[in-house]
């Protein structure tokens, strides 16, 4: 059981988590091209795992779960997160998409203050609206696009990722990283198993490139998919066993406001790879973030929770 929080460390956890999947996201337009989402999710879940099971014996690695039923409805909710959400990238800009999946914070606080009733002061409070402004200024004015129905499952993506960030410190205390991080691929992987099937047996008609990511069966890809989808395996089982880990040793309203960091190492890594440059208002959204988080970090020092 945790005794208290190491805000410092999950930071450091964070920011690992947040450079690894920044670069690895930025290839799932590849990926995406040619495959479905489905056929990802359960290639990306059994190469994963295979990688997880070739650590147990030479790392230790504990895999059973001390409480089965938390676990596994922990990785269904995460699970339904992730799958939302790289869903939706197949009919809504990518600005839209993510600035719905950065509402978690917002009802991190919301849960643990009223279905947990923990304390949340006024510094964590603002530093989620500041971020939340860094990420709009990030993402741009394509941020703020017309309400719709489907631009509503982001933001339940967002609700979702929340509760199973509040769940990874509240149902599963006594886990290890391993056994959270093997549940939360095996979800992916029976979602995509199922997705597959489905496509299988009642076949949809799929545009060419990332436009048909959601409606496509199985396909017999190419050898660029095996190498971006093992990369996405290798970059994910590390980082968001990372991410498992700051929510682990710290409160999940602390460590949420952290995860606006995966933005800019995003946005870096965009210019890196395919020259993507920022705006200035983009740039100064960062700025914002690292502000959201640097505050998060100093109350954390202070004697009573804010």
Do not use: K
């Given at each position: 059981?945790?005794?208290?929080?190491?805000?410092?460390?999950?930071?450091?956890?964070?920011?690992?988590?947040?450079?690894?999947?920044?670069?690895?996201?930025?290839?799932?337009?590849?990926?995406?091209?040619?495959?479905?989402?489905?056929?990802?999710?359960?290639?990306?879940?059994?190469?994963?795992?295979?990688?997880?099971?070739?650590?147990?014996?030479?790392?230790?690695?504990?895999?059973?779960?001390?409480?089965?039923?938390?676990?596994?409805?922990?990785?269904?909710?995460?699970?339904?997160?992730?799958?939302?959400?790289?869903?939706?990238?197949?009919?809504?800009?990518?600005?839209?998409?993510?600035?719905?999946?950065?509402?978690?914070?917002?009802?991190?606080?919301?849960?643990?203050?009223?279905?947990?009733?923990?304390?949340?002061?006024?510094?964590?409070?603002?530093?989620?609206?500041?971020?939340?402004?860094?990420?709009?200024?990030?993402?741009?004015?394509?941020?703020?696009?017309?309400?719709?129905?489907?631009?509503?499952?982001?933001?339940?993506?967002?609700?979702?990722?929340?509760m199973g960030n509040i769940a990874t410190r509240e149902w599963c205390p006594e886990e290890s990283a391993e056994t959270l991080l093997a549940g939360f691929f095996a979800a992916l992987g029976v979602l995509g198993a199922l997705g597959v099937l489905l496509l299988t047996l009642a076949p949809l008609s799929a545009p060419e490139g990332a436009a048909g990511f959601l409606q496509r069966g199985w396909v017999w890809p190419s050898q660029g998919f095996w190498l971006w989808t093992f990369v996405q395996a290798a970059g994910s089982l590390l980082g968001v066993g990372m991410m498992i880990r700051a929510y682990q040793v710290a409160a999940a309203s602390r460590v949420s406001v952290f995860e606006y960091v995966i933005l800019p190492a995003s946005a870096l890594w965009g210019w890196l790879l395919w020259g993507e440059v920022l705006t200035p208002m983009a740039m100064l959204g960062m700025v914002l973030i690292a502000g959201a988080g640097g505050m998060i970090a100093l109350r954390a020092q202070a004697p009573l929770p804010a």
């Amino acid at each position: 059981m945790i005794s208290a929080d190491r805000t410092v460390a999950a930071a450091g956890f964070i920011l690992i988590y947040a450079v690894l999947i920044g670069f690895t996201d930025n290839y799932v337009r590849v990926i995406a091209a040619e495959a479905g989402l489905w056929q990802f999710h359960l290639t990306r879940s059994v190469m994963a795992l295979t990688l997880l099971g070739l650590l147990v014996l030479p790392l230790r690695l504990r895999l059973r779960p001390v409480n089965p039923r938390a676990v596994l409805a922990r990785s269904a909710i995460h699970g339904a997160a992730m799958l939302i959400y790289f869903g939706a990238l197949a009919f809504l800009p990518v600005a839209q998409v993510a600035a719905g999946l950065f509402t978690a914070p917002i009802f991190v606080l919301l849960i643990s203050r009223f279905a947990y009733g923990h304390h949340i002061g006024p510094v964590r409070i603002v530093a989620v609206g500041v971020g939340f402004l860094g990420v709009l200024m990030v993402l741009g004015p394509s941020a703020a696009g017309e309400a719709s129905l489907a631009a509503l499952l982001p933001v339940l993506a967002g609700l979702f990722y929340a509760m199973g960030n509040i769940a990874t410190r509240e149902w599963c205390p006594e886990e290890s990283a391993e056994t959270l991080l093997a549940g939360f691929f095996a979800a992916l992987g029976v979602l995509g198993a199922l997705g597959v099937l489905l496509l299988t047996l009642a076949p949809l008609s799929a545009p060419e490139g990332a436009a048909g990511f959601l409606q496509r069966g199985w396909v017999w890809p190419s050898q660029g998919f095996w190498l971006w989808t093992f990369v996405q395996a290798a970059g994910s089982l590390l980082g968001v066993g990372m991410m498992i880990r700051a929510y682990q040793v710290a409160a999940a309203s602390r460590v949420s406001v952290f995860e606006y960091v995966i933005l800019p190492a995003s946005a870096l890594w965009g210019w890196l790879l395919w020259g993507e440059v920022l705006t200035p208002m983009a740039m100064l959204g960062m700025v914002l973030i690292a502000g959201a988080g640097g505050m998060i970090a100093l109350r954390a020092q202070a004697p009573l929770p804010a």
